[in-house]
C-alpha cells in the first residue's frame, strides 16, 4: 500500500479496501481483449469517482476508448496483492531536429504508430508526412507544398486505418480538409472541404470510420 501524502488525507478507498488520495496519479495494469498486459494511468477528480484516461493507444492494436470506472473491467485487481504501483517512464529514444531535409522538422504537429510500429509524424510546416522505424530510423515521405491530389497544406494531424494501413491526414486552413493515402503514400482521395471548419484530431475506429474533430465549431 502507498504511504499517505503528507497534508492530504485519503478521499476513498479503493474495490480491495486500499486508501485513494486526491490528486494522486498511479499505474495499472490495462488488459485490452487480445489479453497483452499494457499500463496505464488512473487519476482522481479531487472528491469526484476515479476514473482512467479514455483513450489508450497500443503499438500494435490501436487505440481503445475506455468508458470503465477503476472497478470493472478492464483493469486487473487482486485484493490480496494490489495491482497499482508507481512506475517509472523509460527513455527509449529521440530523434529529428529543425531543418527541411529528411528526417527533420520545423513543426511537428501530429504522431500515429501504424500495425508494424512505424512512427508517422505530420510535418506541418514542411507541408508532408513523414514515416520512421521504431527506432526513430527515417523511412520515406510524402506530400508537398500544394492544393492538388498529392499534395499537403499545413497538415497537422494523421492517424492510420490498423486494417489498411491508410494514412488519414487533417489540414488546416484554408484547405480544411482531410486526405487518405495508402500505407505507401499514394494518394486515395480528399473530403471535408465544403463541410469542415479546421478538422484537427482525428482516428479510425476499428470499423474503419473515421472521426474527426473540428477546433472551432465546438
Known amino acids: 500500500m502507498p504511504p499517505t501524502p503528507i497534508g492530504r488525507p485519503p478521499s476513498r478507498q479503493d474495490a480491495c479496501g486500499v486508501p485513494v488520495y486526491n490528486y494522486d496519479k498511479w499505474s495499472i495494469g490495462v488488459e485490452p481483449s487480445l489479453g497483452m498486459l499494457e499500463p496505464g494511468n488512473v487519476e482522481d477528480e479531487k472528491m469526484g469517482p476515479l476514473y482512467p484516461p479514455r483513450e489508450f493507444t497500443y503499438p500494435f492494436f490501436g487505440k481503445i476508448t475506455l468508458w470503465n ?22 527513455y527509449h529514444c529521440k530523434f529529428g531536429e529543425f531543418g527541411v531535409m529528411e528526417g ?64 488519414v491526414v487533417t489540414e488546416r486552413s484554408p484547405t480544411h480538409q482531410i486526405q487518405v493515402y495508402n500505407q505507401y503514400g499514394q494518394f486515395l482521395r480528399k473530403f471535408g472541404a465544403n463541410i469542415l471548419q479546421h478538422p484537427r484530431g482525428v482516428c479510425v475506429d476499428s470499423k474503419g470510420r473515421i472521426i474527426v474533430v473540428e477546433c472551432k465549431v465546438n
Open 69 to 90: 470506472y477503476l472497478i470493472r473491467y478492464p483493469f486487473l485487481r487482486n485484493c490480496s496483492r494490489s495491482q497499482i504501483s508507481r512506475q517509472k517512464m523509460i
Open 104 to 167: 527533420q522538422f520545423t513543426e511537428p504537429s501530429g504522431v500515429a504508430v501504424n500495425a508494424q510500429g512505424d512512427i508517422v509524424v505530420a510535418d506541418t510546416n514542411n507541408h508532408r508526412i513523414q514515416v520512421f522505424d521504431k527506432e526513430g530510423r527515417f523511412k520515406f515521405q510524402f506530400g508537398e507544398c500544394g492544393k492538388r491530389d498529392g499534395q499537403l497544406l499545413y497538415p497537422n494531424r494523421v492517424a492510420v486505418n490498423k486494417m489498411t494501413g491508410d494514412f
